[in-house]
């Protein structure tokens, strides 16, 4: 019996570590500056509208497109 309680706390113990360390490291990357997450310019499909980064956007016809697709169909309503 006193080796099963040993044993739970054990696990609770591990537990409760883990749950502080990632919520630590979830308190980290927030704290960061936008700049330091990689962000990019945001730019919007001439399409859909959808806001995307540049760097995955197309490029068409002098427009910017989220997709090949939308490239394609050329500029929305």
């Known amino acids: 019996m006193g080796k ?3 044993l739970i706390v054990l696990v609770l113990a591990g537990v409760w570590l883990v749950k502080r360390a990632l919520l630590n490291a979830a308190r980290r990357d927030e704290g960061a500056p936008p700049a330091a997450k ?5 730019v919007r499909c001439a399409h859909c509208g959808l806001l995307l ?3 995955e956007a197309r490029q068409a016809g002098g427009a910017i497109y989220c997709s090949e ?3 394609r169909l050329g ?3």
């Open 4 to 6: 099963l309680l040993v």
């Open 38 to 42: 990689g962000s990019e310019e945001l």
């Open 53 to 55: 980064p540049r760097g």
């Open 69 to 71: 697709e939308h490239a």
């Open 75 to 77: 500029p929305g309503r």
